[in-house]
């Protein structure tokens, strides 16, 4: 069936580290792949999404690498801030519509 | 820029009574999505919709229905509600099929 996990509930970070944040999926007819930050008590929030055909997709402070072969896909957060801290889920859609959610992964950012 | 729009925020009902959730989506947007996420949980597709049809549909319950108007704005309707209805029900819009799905605030749903 269709799957997407994360590998770490919690990731803590120092404040200007970088953070990666990892996810695997399990259908490997998956086109599209999304990352969203939610924070508490709100809805998730778009941070960057990258298709089947790329393997790399560059953001602001952020980049997404997906890896068809070992179906892997990861979040790179530069420099690290305060405000990055949230829950982090990847998601991914196999040619409909709905989005299907993996386990967050909540980032706690330290001073 | 505008975002999704839900309402209302918070709504708390009792068991075996009937809810309505409103989600109007970004200007243009033609697409509607509706996600259950219960606490400390992933967000759960239940259905969507394009151009005022069901485009696909998910884990939702019978007791659910939902539609897209002429504006584009939609309703899921909740009847016969139970203890485990209680959730954050969140809408998302895209441009289109397929396109980047942007999420509204959510309504949080409590049934007593």
């Known amino acids: 069936g269709e799957s997407v996990g994360l590998h770490l509930p919690t990731l803590s970070v120092q404040e200007g580290d970088n953070s990666i944040i990892n996810c695997a999926y399990s259908n490997s007819a998956s086109d599209y792949f999304i990352w969203y930050k939610q924070e508490s008590g709100k809805g998730p929030q778009f941070i960057i999404d990258i298709r089947s055909n790329m393997d790399k997709r560059q953001g602001q402070r952020v980049t997404v690498l997906l890896n068809k072969t070992v179906k892997h896909l990861s979040l790179q957060i530069a420099a690290t801030q305060p405000g990055d801290s949230a829950v982090y889920f990847c998601a991914g859609a196999y040619n409909t519509d709905k989005l299907i959610f993996g386990t967050g992964t909540r980032l706690q950012v330290f001073p | 820029a505008a975002g999704v729009i839900q309402s209302p925020r918070h709504l708390i009902k009792e068991k075996r009574e009937t809810a309505t959730l409103k989600c109007y989506p970004i200007p243009r947007h033609d697409t509607v999505y509706w996600y259950q996420q219960g606490p400390g949980q992933d967000p759960q597709f239940l259905i969507s919709f394009y151009e005022k049809m069901q485009s696909d549909k998910g884990s939702i319950p019978d007791r659910f229905s939902a539609q897209q108007f002429s504006d584009y704005h939609s309703e899921l309707n909740m009847s016969s509600l139970e203890l485990g209805d209680s959730a954050l029900y969140f809408c998302?819009?895209?441009?289109?099929?397929?396109?980047?799905?942007?999420f509204g605030p959510g309504t949080r749903l409590t049934v007593l």
């Open positions: 998302a819009s895209s441009l289109g099929r397929y396109d980047t799905q942007y």
